[in-house]
């Protein structure tokens, strides 16, 4: 080869090359798709970074607030003693019976639990805590003359009102009603009446308890003269109207708190006070609900208003 031809040759092949780079290499704005695997690289974002003027328009939109949220209300929590809200279910009820010492054998696994007397102020106190913090509902027997019934007067009206507290009549002075005549047996419970009246708007009747369980056909029916129609008694008891051991009054406890059982306390002593956690424990472990006598024999929203 003639060396004009070969350096025309070579410059061909020169300028071919050059052409064949410039249309295979590719831009800075490839449009291939992202979904190949090198692209599509998870540590590896495919998204533009946003400028600055971006992040400045951002920063100053309203929907980008920094106002705090409201903070939500925080959920009541019930406390540790809680057994039971209202009444349990119960079946249509039926009268009282004159003398009654338990409960209907169709009320299930329900107990009565009431409380006598009211000696001790901050016992009376201690038991409407009770009440309020565990749902069980009471019924207290009021012995008319100590001040407790007076004293705790604002904390308890509310419970009485929405029923979950019952008051029935437990005398005056707490006599032994077979040792009174019949003007002395109705005087008593006369001035209990007046009491639940004139401080609570409520009617103790029909439910008499009598003071030491004395009674005779003859203090019934002087009782049920002036409308106190059903003598209360009971089936089981706390033993705690005189001062025990808390030991003692959980085994009473134990033994009483049984479905259809009404069980008798007292608002004398503080012993008590220590030991409602237990109380709830048994009635759980039972799977006992609590009633007043007003739920069983009357109905749940028994109007006993004056």
Request: charged share 15%; proline share 10%.
């Amino acid at each position: 080869m003639q060396r004009r031809d070969f350096l025309l040759a070579l410059a061909a092949g020169t300028a071919g090359c050059l052409s064949a780079c410039s249309t295979t290499q590719p831009t800075a704005h490839s449009s291939s798709p992202a979904s190949s695997p090198a692209q599509a690289s998870p540590l590896t974002s495919t998204s533009p970074s946003p400028t600055p003027s971006r992040l400045s328009t951002a920063d100053s939109s309203p929907l980008a607030s920094t106002s705090p949220s409201p903070t939500p209300s925080p959920t009541p929590s019930l406390s540790p003693l809680h057994l039971q809200d209202g009444p349990p279910p119960l079946p249509a009820p039926s009268p009282a019976d004159s003398l009654i010492t338990g409960l209907p054998e169709n009320v299930g696994n329900v107990v009565a639990i009431t409380i006598d007397d009211g000696v001790d102020s901050s016992v009376v106190d201690a038991y409407l805590d009770f009440a309020k913090d565990s749902g069980v509902r009471l019924t207290f027997f009021v012995t008319g003359c100590y001040p407790s019934w007076t004293d705790n007067r604002d904390k308890m009206r509310p419970l009485v009102e929405s029923g979950q507290i019952q008051l029935a009549n437990h005398t005056w002075t707490h006599p032994d009603l077979t040792t009174l005549s019949e003007g002395g047996i109705i005087d008593e419970l006369t001035q209990c009446e007046n009491l639940l009246r004139n401080t609570y708007g409520v009617t103790g009747a029909p439910f008499i308890r009598p003071p030491y369980g004395a009674r005779s056909s003859y203090t019934d029916s002087v009782c049920a003269k002036i409308g106190y129609t059903t003598t209360t008694m009971w089936y089981g008891s706390f033993g705690d109207s005189g001062l025990l051991t808390p030991e003692i009054l959980l085994g009473e406890a134990q033994k009483w708190l049984l479905a259809q059982h009404i069980v008798i306390g007292h608002a004398n002593f503080p012993t008590v006070t220590q030991v409602y956690g237990q109380i709830i424990d048994i009635l759980r472990q039972r799977s006992l609900q609590t009633a007043t006598l007003d739920d069983v024999y009357f109905g749940p929203g028994h109007n006993r208003h004056v």
